[in-house]
């Protein structure tokens, strides 16, 4: 079954950096988009970042494309999001989540908190 596990995440100060995984399984990893969403206490998920399936193209949410990077590695299956000079805004419970078919498979979520 598919499966994403996501991992990375962490308490850091404010101006410092994470790099967020996502291991994928159960499905053919390179032929898929793959993305990132986030999600703030009391508010809506929203989309961060996607890659297409050989990674050549990358796109991101306007308020995080110049301080965070998605890419991928296909030989390992895994997803990858760096996030440099964190805010405390970045706070929320990070997700991957990719599209097969008309289905959407979401991992479990991996927090990130920003603060002194």
């Known amino acids: 079954q598919v499966q994403l596990v996501e991992s990375g995440g962490g308490l850091v100060q404010p101006g410092g950096s994470l790099r967020l995984s996502c291991a994928a399984s159960g499905f053919t990893f390179r032929r898929y988009t793959m993305s990132w969403y986030r999600q703030a206490p009391g508010k809506e998920r929203e989309w961060v970042a996607s890659i297409t399936p050989s990674g050549g193209t990358t796109t991101y949410a306007d308020s995080m494309k110049d301080r965070f990077t998605i890419s991928r590695d296909n030989a390992k299956n895994t997803v990858y999001l760096q996030m440099n000079s964190l805010k405390p805004e970045d706070t929320a419970e990070y997700y991957c989540?990719?599209?097969?078919?008309?289905?959407?498979?979401w991992g479990q979520g991996t927090q990130v908190t920003v603060s002194s």
């Open positions: 989540k990719t599209v097969l078919g008309n289905f959407e498979y």
